[in-house]
């Protein structure tokens, strides 16, 4: 492609994509294709020829667009938000186009030394101590992996790395945890089984006092105690352990804490918010992703280490094609994670902090909390719903209750998140919790504004409606 056709194609292409960020509402928030539908009108076999832009782009909106569920939708209430900006996707654009590989210094030594700085932005932004040192992941999961796998190095004083496994660790979470710790788990050779799941209570956060009754069980069962992954904003309830019982616990038995805090961690920005972090001092790693609610397109998690030694001697390699004159003076992030290659992810995060301004996020976030808090009080005018957890940040979990068995509701309610999720307005997800179905509306995409709230209340007032004449 030249120069003059890059240009028509790539103007062609912000035009549509400003266009699409301002009439996003417009398409259904959820694809309506079927399984195989999109497959099924791609060729089998790549072509042998090249083919003009034009027929691509054509494709891309024939084929590919319907397949498409909309994540920056202002009625996107699912999973939690994958957000992007404006500002995102321009540090993005610039990202792509210097096609910067960032795995030492030397390779880029602006991707290394912006990285330092956007990541002790966030460090300060959310409160956190001075010693903390950050590193961008591309998701919370490897983030989890790479504190797994630091601190089955630090239990075992490296041996691990060396020989392999001479003895049986011990992983705690809590019931509510992320699957990416078990996932984590798995893979850093700990195994299922020693995966030690603690009760909750009755908001669904970690119990403490279960925490250090199962550690000095398994001390006298002769398993030795490696890891502590507490989260900050669970997924199916919004849960907060109490991370300073917690951390007393794990600086008492020299256990390492990692605080995943994917997506309430954000809210930590707000001094009223701050409180979900109390104890944060004790934690060894914490991670959060700006790609869930700091307006940063997918993908951009902030992973922070106490002590960043224990991290690089778990990852550090150093072949002789990867040394410098300058290693002794720089960072290289190659040897903080489990990456060699790396992408330029700081460019994006700057322009996003520098767009917006701290206060500009903070109020952004402020608006999604308030939004939560409105449609929460506004389902619970309506006697015939409610609130199966409680609301900390912008998740609201609730449920369809006309006094039916549990049996019944859990299928009434099945069926309510279908009929909302067909009108392709808004897009829930549901959970259990404590056996029951739960539906889950998170506010959180840019977007969305309080009459997107009404119409989500509207829709499932109406369709509950529709179910309970039936």
């Known amino acids: 492609m030249k120069k003059e056709q890059f240009k028509k194609y790539g103007y062609e292409l912000i035009d549509w994509i400003a266009d699409y960020l301002e009439n996003v509402e417009q398409y259904p928030v959820k694809s ?19 083919e003009e832009m034009d027929k691509i782009l054509e494709d891309f909106k024939k084929i590919i667009l319907p397949g498409i569920t909309h994540w920056q939708h ?8 994958s957000n992007n900006s404006p500002a995102s996707i321009l540090g993005e654009l610039l990202s792509a186009g210097l096609g910067t590989q960032g795995m030492v210094w030397q390779t880029s030594p602006s991707a290394t030394e912006l990285e330092e700085v956007v990541m002790d932005w966030l460090r300060q932004m959310i409160g956190l101590p001075e010693d903390y040192a ?37 992983v705690y979470a809590s019931k509510e945890a992320h699957s990416s710790v078990e996932k984590g788990v798995k893979i850093a050779g ?28 398994d001390i006298t069962a002769g398993f030795q105690p490696a890891c502590v992954v507490a989260t900050v904003g669970t997924t199916s309830s919004g849960a907060v352990d109490p991370l300073k019982p917690i951390g007393e616990i794990c600086k008492k038995y020299n256990l390492w804490l990692h605080v995943d805090a994917a997506y309430a961690g954000t809210a930590a920005m707000l001094p009223e918010k701050r409180w979900a972090l109390e104890g944060a001092e004790y934690a060894d790693s914490l991670v959060f992703n700006p790609h869930k609610w700091m307006l940063t397109n997918f993908d951009c998690s902030a992973f922070f280490v106490r002590n960043p030694q224990v991290l690089t001697r778990t990852f550090e390699i150093h072949p002789e094609y990867l040394k410098t004159g300058v290693d002794a003076v720089v960072k290289n992030f190659r040897d903080w ?24 996020i903070k109020k952004i976030i402020r608006k999604h909390i308030h939004l ?15 609130l199966l957890a409680p609301v900390y940040f912008s998740l609201v979990c609730f ?25 392709g307005k808004i897009f829930l997800t549901h959970t259990t919790l404590n056996g029951k179905f739960t539906l889950r509306l998170v506010v959180g ?25 039936k």
């Open 372 to 386: 939560a808090e409105l449609f929460r009080g506004e389902l619970l005018q309506d006697k015939r719903f409610e």
């Open 32 to 50: 309506t294709v079927q399984p195989g539908e999109i497959k099924s009108q791609l060729p089998a076999s790549p072509p042998a020829h090249p």
């Open 190 to 217: 700990y195994g299922r089984k020693n995966l030690v799941y603690i009760t909750t209570d009755e908001e669904f956060a970690m119990i403490p006092g279960e925490l250090e009754k199962a550690i000095e069980e």
């Open 74 to 81: 202002p009625g996107w209430f699912a999973y939690f938000p």
């Open 399 to 423: 449920r369809l209750n006309d006094g039916r068995s549990e049996e019944e509701l859990n299928a009434l309610n099945q069926r309510l998140l279908e009929a909302i999720n067909s009108t």
């Open 337 to 360: 994670g489990i990456q060699l290659g790396r992408r330029f992810r700081a460019l994006k995060l700057w322009f996003v902090i520098r767009t917006y301004g701290v206060e500009g």
């Open 445 to 469: 995409q840019r977007t969305t504004e309080e009459r997107h709230i009404r119409q989500a209340l509207e829709i499932i007032k109406h369709k509950a409606d529709e179910l309970l004449k």
């Open 134 to 170: 950050g590193v961008i992941q591309d998701t919370a999961s490897t983030a989890t992996l790479c504190a797994l796998l630091a601190a089955r190095e630090k239990a075992t004083a490296f041996a691990v790395n060396d020989s392999g496994f001479s003895k049986v660790l011990r």
